[in-house]
């Protein structure tokens, strides 16, 4: 029961982020004037967040109990969401990003942890495949339902969604109880559970993947959905990733892989809604198809060409 709980939390967790991702770069054009282009540094801004608190984490989690660490930064989140109301500059939205990546990654990381710490060691590869693929159907019905919500309500109302669900992930975890572990004395700042360094090739692989329905994504202003057939088979992939990268992994190492998993997808989807939004005025939706299908024709021959063959060398399960 705790892990379906931690797998629900999971789900709302994404959906809250990724309801608002579509729409932040039309709201705060028409709240302060500025680009789209200049919007698109949002995004940026939020990859910058995640990388920046990673190498903490280990330390945090092995300081302070996993549960409260996740139930933080969840908390932090949902205080990010709420400054969109009321952020006055861009600067400050600039900072209310990293902050929400911020949170968003120790939370991602910290729940990844306490779903493999409630999982029997016989069901935790199993485990990791059903954790991520609740992630993705959280972005893919987060993204679709943010698009609809906004259109019938208005902003205002999305973010109060946003929060809503991240209360929801909030709640989950909350009741699902955690049996102590003693601190083992982790140094402040390492990449344990944050990136497993065996997975550098697939994660690169999974970047371009997941750049394909980031830079399609803008495009649901002018009521073009191939965004979201790209997200869905995104998260169909997802799985066979992440068995690759638990793959890959030493002993005890499947947090760690699972993270770098996630990683991966956030910052080629961010970076491809980035690039989207800096080229809107040059790009048509012609040319952004043509860049996603070059980038898939890319993708697909590193895959068989470098990738597939460093991973069936490199694998250790």
Request: include cysteine.
């Amino acid at each position: 029961m705790g892990f379906i709980r931690m797998c629900a939390a999971n789900f709302f967790l994404f959906a809250s982020i990724y309801m608002l991702f579509p729409m932040l770069p039309v709201v705060m054009e028409q709240r302060f004037g500025i680009s789209i282009a200049q919007a698109g540094e949002l995004f940026l801004a939020f990859v910058a967040g995640m990388f920046a608190v990673g190498p903490f984490h280990s330390y945090l989690s092995d300081r302070y109990k996993r549960k409260r660490v996740f139930l933080y930064s969840v908390f932090i989140l949902l205080l990010a969401t709420a400054g969109y109301l009321y952020v006055d500059s861009f600067p400050k939205l600039l900072l209310l990003s990293a902050i929400q990546g911020a949170g968003f990654s120790l939370g991602t990381t910290a729940g990844i942890t306490v779903a493999i710490d409630i999982t029997t060691s016989l069901k935790r590869s199993s485990g990791n495949m059903a954790y991520a693929l609740a992630a993705r159907l959280g972005m893919l019905i987060g993204v679709a339902t943010g698009i609809w919500f906004y259109l019938a309500e208005g902003f205002q109302m999305l973010s109060y969604l946003s929060m809503a669900c991240s209360f929801m992930s909030i709640v989950f975890v909350s009741q699902i109880y955690i049996p102590f572990r003693a601190p083992i004395g982790m140094r402040c700042c390492n990449f344990d559970r944050f990136i497993l360094l065996r997975g550098w090739l697939p994660a690169i692989n999974l970047m371009l993947i997941a750049f394909i329905p980031g830079v399609l994504l803008p495009s649901v202003w002018e009521n073009n959905y191939l965004a979201l057939i790209a997200l869905f088979i995104l998260a169909i992939l997802v799985v066979p990733f992440t068995k690759m990268f638990v793959k890959l992994s030493q002993h005890c190492q499947r947090g760690t892989a699972n993270t770098t998993c996630y990683l991966a997808i956030e910052t080629g989807l961010l970076v491809g809604i980035s690039v989207a939004c800096r080229h809107k005025a040059d790009f048509s939706f012609n040319k952004v198809c043509q860049l996603a299908s070059l980038t898939a024709v890319v993708a697909l021959l590193l895959f068989f060409f470098l990738t597939y063959p460093y991973y069936k060398h490199k694998r250790v399960r």
